[in-house]
């Protein structure tokens, strides 16, 4: 049974940061492309970062600058590290595990306000 479980999310004021952590298990990691997507209230699902299985990264715009993804094959994580937060960063944040199967994790909420 394959799982995803993040946590890390908050609420933070605006300038701060936060880092996100997606346990994974039920998944040969180490062959599975990682990502990080985000879900606003009204808005679609969209891209925040990924990472290939050679490490390999790629930031939506928005985020880039501010936004690092890393992964952990030993240890079956994920990670976001989110610096420099804005109001506009505001969502749900979805942990996403890729390779023939698209598998997701229930999400954790991250609230940028002041």
């Known amino acids: 049974q394959v799982q995803l479980v993040e946590s890390g999310g908050g609420l933070v004021q605006p300038g701060g940061s936060l880092r996100l952590s997606c346990a994974a298990s039920?998944?040969?990691?180490?062959?599975?492309?990682m990502g990080w997507y985000r879900q606003a209230p009204g808005k679609q699902r969209e891209l925040v970062a990924t990472?290939?299985?050679?490490?390999?990264?790629n930031y939506a715009d928005s985020v880039k600058g501010r936004f690092t993804i890393s992964r952990d094959n030993a240890k079956k994580m994920v990670y976001l590290q989110m610096n420099s937060l804005k109001p506009e960063d505001t969502a749900v944040y979805y942990c996403?595990?890729?390779?023939?199967?698209?598998?997701w994790g229930q999400g954790t909420q991250v609230t940028v306000s002041s």
């Open positions: 996403n595990a890729r390779r023939k199967n698209d598998y």
């Open positions: 039920g998944i040969a990691f180490s062959i599975y492309a």
């Open positions: 990472i290939t299985t050679g490490g390999m990264t």
